[in-house]
């Protein structure tokens, strides 16, 4: 019983690079999440999904795009990464609490 | 926009000392949830609150909701080593369907 499995769990990308970060949970959640972490700043979500096919933003959008691939899978991607990105992101899923998974540490120089 | 704060950012006690974070939300919460995060790991669900004036206890945690449903607290009798981490308190935003706010966390330290 795996849980919330995100890859990679590090990665370095230069400015402009593009990646995706993986993330799948295998406890049936409708919900999943994207956060990312940076110090004296808290969790701050990036995008929602309620169910599967269906994304929403949250409070700090802007340079990622999300999929919804099935219940199971939800991705995150970077189109054109900027060293403001540089962060930990966790995915998460929901039942009546949030299930993280264990993080990607990114830089981007 | 909707905000929750915590207090303070960082607290260093002596083991044995006891702890208190404090989280303030500006809004009317209809729950809050506690989390636990250790060094280098991810944020781990402690607990759940949903009544005004709830208190509820887990070992040498105390948690408690207000009765305005604005704010809460989590108190450690007699810290431990393995208490050191982040802790954070998260609720629900407000009209955004499942979507929590997280509070900034305090991270405790303690020393032997």
């Known amino acids: 019983n795996a849980g919330v499995t995100q890859t990679p769990k590090f990665q370095v990308l230069k400015t402009g690079q593009s990646m995706t970060l993986q993330c799948a949970q295998d406890?049936?959640?409708?919900?999943m999440y994207w956060y990312r972490q940076d110090p004296g700043m808290g969790l701050r979500l990036i995008y929602y999904s309620a169910s599967e096919g269906t994304t929403d933003k949250g409070e700090v959008p802007n340079g990622y795009n999300v999929s919804r691939l099935n219940k199971r899978e939800f991705s995150l991607r970077l189109e054109s990464a900027a060293p403001s990105q540089t962060s930990v992101y966790f995915c998460a899923s929901s039942g009546r609490a949030l299930f993280f998974g264990s993080g990607t540490q990114l830089s981007v120089l | 926009g909707q905000q929750v704060m915590q207090i303070p950012q960082y607290q260093h006690v002596q083991e044995g000392e006891d702890f208190t974070t404090y989280c303030n939300s500006s809004?009317?919460?209809?729950?809050i949830q506690w989390y636990k995060q250790r060094p280098g790991g991810h944020p781990v669900f402690l607990i759940q609150?949903?009544?005004?004036?709830e208190v509820k206890k887990q070992k040498r945690l105390t948690f408690q909701f207000g009765e305005a449903k604005k704010n809460s607290s989590l108190h450690i009798t007699a810290t431990q080593t393995t208490d050191v981490g982040t802790y954070f308190c998260?609720?629900?935003?407000?009209?955004?369907?499942?979507?929590?706010?997280f509070g900034q966390g305090t991270e405790l330290s303690v020393k032997p």
């Open positions: 406890m049936n959640h409708n919900s």
């Open positions: 998260a609720g629900p935003m407000r009209n955004q369907g499942g979507k929590l706010i």
């Open positions: 809004t009317t919460l209809s729950n």
């Open positions: 609150l949903v009544k005004s004036g």
